[in-house]
């Protein structure tokens, strides 16, 4: 085996002269690049660091002594090259060139300046140059239109240089190819697919284009109806992303006088590298809804007893927006109705309300004991809020019964890293597949759920970087693959299997590294040799000749990565499935060199911050189990308190439990909506309903807030400092960015008034103390604090954080397991819990949309999101839509043995036949009335991914 993309021993290099400066760069680099490094700036338009130059614009041009002036951003330098790159004649061609290009320029209004993202590159020229607008003799404008269809970005075709930056950020950078050119001459302009309306194309309103745009030809709208300001009149706050793991940097620029956010932009960072997908930079204005609660509300004695109080899910609204989307006055169809709800509440002050929490917990704990509570916490909450969270149930209420919806995500490949390899996190990083020979990508759907890490992964393909991708549905990713596997749905442990069992027999093993750095290969083996890829052909429904091509490809690889999604994790066999890909990277080497290992990609901002921080029932902090003595007794001194020896209970066995005698009677819900997330809703619905105490922190009147006795309004994402950590185990801080609305209060300042009301005697004045405590304890976030996280955050572990980003490749030399091996763990093949019959034809698959975040609450309230995708579908295959005699649009039942819900047929040809998908995120058609309560029975993970439905033209 091979490391790949070693770095040459022997780099050459030139010297050149720029400016009468000598200046030595290695052979290659530009005259622009050589120029900057001796402090020479030379103008540019169509040329940015992050696109391959291409030297159309011409501004850049200098004299290197021949006989036309040459483009420096395209233009090598040579050994002993002498360049000037502002004689007057230079000056001159480029003011010429300036005073060309803004003839064709637009008339602009009252702020010139403004394109909302870029400064306008050119009109600084004219400001250079002296060139006024009015000093040209054409007419203004060139006549090409502007396109206004999309609901965020505009398009001013008068105002394109073509200079072709925009292209290459959506075809180089995020790879969505959707613009080109069309036309010829003076009608050329910029096309969107077939030269279609922006709003109408294959566009994903990731806003990079707009990011690129040197001119103001592409520009941002208001989405809040605040007309944007001056970027210098803005006050810039960097910041995180807050909706996937990916955890892009991005800076919220923030109108102070109208106390709002103006736009957002991505910034660098080594991770995400300034992109961002259309929910970072569209997604923000939730914060500013009307609906968000500014109130502490405590639920009226007329009220009781609880139920839901709004409309049923299955009957609120046809899921249709009609007219307007803006949040100001609407009434939205898809969220809880404020005003059926808010009567049976009344407001009460921070004393009433968090007296009453803390009296009301301290009474069922009394009369129940401490397993009669217990809390779920929020991956959206930050490091801080998690570890005081989880600290307040452990050692106020001596339970572990405190968990989170990583239980609903990645809690079996959780399970399977551990028992694998010592460690849940990631060993290696989404940025890292550039290093890869060959990336499978399975169970996941990328360019929806984790928009900028697919921008990477279609990148390196272009770079040569062969993907495999492993997945029922032929989502985007599939049109970026070399070989796309569309396996059945659970018929994973059946394909790694075969897979594994070809690897064996080609002799593909990397045997040096099974003898020193694994255990137990013998029995995987044998276990794998009952699965030659004919069998498997017949589970999976995958030809045998595509299980072999996936084995020999994998087997040749010098570098080779696994990054997988909730199709492996949210499974009955979950955690066998991740197993699976455990063992195929072990037994070929593929784990601790750059451009191998295993990553599941976190779902959440910050479900590996929380998990970290110890949000789950049977771990303290950095995964110490909460059942070993010692780590028991550490804790309790740490934390001055006795604490239970017990694990706790799971989510999923926590609404199990309400519903059973002598379970759980009270909780604390801190920032989730199981009513919405939990599969098997009306059996959730039973268990709030039955709970004698229910308290929920959240920034907007949930599902699950409707059964609360006490809502506590909570501060969102942008109104508070803290810190999360991304899929990559990168640590970065959140900052504040505006003030919470109302009454509404900083999350962790609300546990500590509660912790203090039950008598713990907690005083944490800021985040950042909190932090220092919980890494105290953390020993994989040993050294990290608030200051020298800096603005890119810091990856753990990390020996020297002033000086290092931290550790990209683990498990170099052991992992992270008692005895320094990876343990392989063969699996059998088991099918899914509820098979298809003739009452339920159909297995129906659920997930997320690109542009909304689990149960809707904040993505729903995004003018952008909610406005591009605003109706709740049920993607069929055409072969199945055809059956029942559906099209397109049509409004459909679709039931299960737990529930019906009713929505509208979106035919889809990424659908295989026979199955059909539901995104979670709507209310008015909520999939999880639907979904089965089975459980891993490892990561206790829901069966989210299958289980048999029919679906069925409305009467
Ligand atoms: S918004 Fe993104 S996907 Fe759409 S055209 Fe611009 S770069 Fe391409
Ligand atoms: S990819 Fe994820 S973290 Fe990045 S901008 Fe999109 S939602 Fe935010």
């Known amino acids: 085996m091979t490391a790949v993309h070693e770095p040459s021993t022997a780099i050459r290099t030139v010297t050149a002269s720029i400016d009468g400066h000598e200046v030595t760069v290695p052979d290659g680099t530009t005259i622009y690049d050589a120029a900057r490094e001796v402090g020479v700036d030379i103008p540019v338009l169509c040329h940015n660091d992050r696109y391959d130059p291409v030297g159309v614009c011409r501004m850049c041009v200098v004299d290197t002594g021949g006989r036309v002036f040459a483009a420096a951003c395209v233009r090598p330098c040579e050994d002993g090259m002498e360049v000037k790159t502002a004689s007057a004649e230079l000056e001159r061609n480029r003011a010429v060139l300036t005073e060309l290009l803004l003839t064709d320029q637009p ?63 959506c075809d180089d950078i995020q790879g969505n190819d959707v613009i080109g050119r069309s036309g010829k001459g003076y009608a050329t302009r910029i096309a969107f697919d077939l030269n279609d309306p922006m709003g109408a194309s294959s566009c994903v309103t990731c806003g990079e284009c707009v990011q690129a745009c040197p001119t103001g030809a592409l520009t941002n709208k208001s989405i809040n109806l605040i007309p944007i300001r001056p970027r210098e009149e803005l006050d810039a706050i960097d910041s995180v992303c807050p909706y996937c ?52 509300l405590i639920r009226v004695e007329s009220s009781y007893p609880k139920g839901p109080l709004s409309a049923d899910v299955r009957g609120d609204g046809d899921g249709r927006r009609n007219g307007k989307n803006r949040a100001e006055g609407r009434k939205p169809g898809g969220l809880v109705d404020y005003d059926e709800v808010m009567p049976h509440f009344r407001e009460a002050t921070w004393e009433e309300a968090l007296d009453l929490v803390a009296r009301r917990l301290r009474e069922v704990h009394a009369e129940g004991g401490p397993g009669a509570i217990a809390g779920f916490g929020s991956a959206k909450c930050s490091n801080e809020e998690a570890y005081l969270f989880q600290k307040l149930i452990r050692a106020g209420f001596g339970t572990n019964n405190v968990d989170h919806c990583t239980r609903l995500c990645h809690a079996s490949s959780v399970a399977a890293l551990f028992e694998g390899v010592g460690s849940g996190a990631v060993s290696t990083t989404y940025g890292d597949v550039v290093n890869a020979d060959v990336v499978i990508i399975t169970g996941s759907n990328p360019t929806a759920n984790h928009p900028v890490a697919s921008s990477f992964f279609k990148q390196a393909r272009r770079k040569g970087t062969k993907i495999i ?31 594994m069992h070809e690897i064996i027999r080609l002799g593909f093993i990397d045997r040096e590294f099974i003898a020193a750095r694994t255990s137990n290969y ?10 030659p890829p004919e069998r498997a052909a017949q589970i999976t429904g995958v030809d045998a000749d595509t299980i072999r091509e996936v084995a020999r490809t994998w087997g040749e690889a010098g570098a080779a990565v696994v990054y997988w999604g909730m199709g492996i994790s949210q499974h009955t066999t979950g955690t066998d499935n991740a197993r699976c890909l455990i063992a195929l990277c072990s037994i070929t080497g593929q784990v601790g060199r750059p451009g191998t290992g295993l990553h599941p990609l976190r779902g959440q901002n910050n479900v590996q911050g929380a998990s970290d921080a110890g949000l789950i029932p049977m771990f303290y902090p950095d995964y110490q189990g909460v059942d070993r003595d010692a780590t028991r007794q550490r804790f309790e001194r740490a934390w001055g308190t006795r604490l239970d020896p017990k694990r706790g209970l799971t989510v999923t066995e926590i609404v199990k439990s309400v519903l059973e005698p002598g379970g759980v009677r009270g909780m604390y819900m801190l920032g989730e909506n199981p009513f919405l997330s939990d599969p098997n809703i009306n059996k959730v619905r039973k268990a709030l ?78 985040a950042s103390e909190v932090f220092d405590e919980m890494v105290a304890l953390m020993p994989s976030y040993t050294n990290l604090t608030h200051a020298n996280l800096g603005l890119s955050g810091k990856l753990y572990p990390n020996a020297d954080p002033e000086h290092s980003d931290g550790t990209i490749v683990m498990f170099d030399e052991r992992f992270n397991t008692e005895d320094g091996l990876a343990h392989l763990v063969p699996a059998q093949w088991l099918p899914p819990k509820e098979l298809p019959d003739a009452e339920y034809p159909l297995v129906l698959n659920t997930g997320r949309l690109l542009e ?29 839509a055809a059956e029942r005699g559906l099209a397109h649009g049509q409004r459909v039942r679709v039931r299960s043995r737990r529930g019906e819900i009713e929505l509208q047929v979106r035919i889809s040809h990424r659908e295989q036949l026979g199955n059909c998908f539901i995104p979670f995120h709507f209310r008015e058609a909520a999939a999880n009335l639907l979904t089965i309560d089975e459980i891993d029975p490892y990561g206790k993970i829901p069966e989210f991914k299958f289980c048999a439905v029919q679906v069925e033209a409305l009467a």
């Open 245 to 296: 793991g990916v955890g892009c940097a991005l800076t919220y620029y923030v109108d102070r006088e109208r106390g709002a956010i103006s736009f957002a932009e991505g910034r660098p960072q080594p991770g995400s590298q300034s992109r961002l997908c259309v929910k970072g930079r569209y997604g923000w204005d939730y914060a500013a809804s009307p609906q968000r609660l500014t109130t502490p």
């Open 689 to 766: 309903s039955a709970l004698d105490f229910l308290v929920v922190q959240d920034i907007f009147l949930t599902e699950t807030a409707e059964f609360a006795d006490v809502i506590l309004p909570a501060s969102s994402y942008l109104e508070k400092d803290g810190t999360y950590t991304n899929t990559d185990r990168r640590v970065q801080l959140g900052r504040k960015v505006l003030d919470p609305p109302g009454q509404a209060r900083v999350d962790w300042e609300i546990v500590q008034d509660i912790a203090q009301r039950i008598g713990l005697d907690w005083n944490y004045a800021s």
């Open 107 to 169: 008339p602009r209004a009252e702020d010139p300046k403004q394109t909302t993202t870029a400064d306008n590159a050119l009109l600084e020229l004219a400001d250079r140059y002296g060139v006024a607008r009015e000093t040209t003799a054409l007419p203004c404008g060139s006549g090409r239109g502007r396109d206004s269809s999309n609901p965020v970005i505009d398009v001013d075709h008068d105002a394109c240089i073509l200079c072709d930056r925009c292209v290459r950020a």
């Open 469 to 499: 991708y492993v997945d029922p549905r032929a989502s985007t990713v599939a049109e970026h693959s070399d070989i796309h596997v569309q396996l059945k749905p659970g018929t994973d442990v059946a394909f790694y299997n075969a897979v």
């Open 852 to 880: 909304h975040w689990h149960t809707g609450s904040m993505t729903r309230r995004s003018f952008a999101l909610d406005t591009i995708s605003p109706i709740a579908e049920v993607y069929l295959h055409p072969k199945d």
């Open 522 to 531: 013998d029995e995987l083996a044998r276990t794998v040799a009952d699965y």
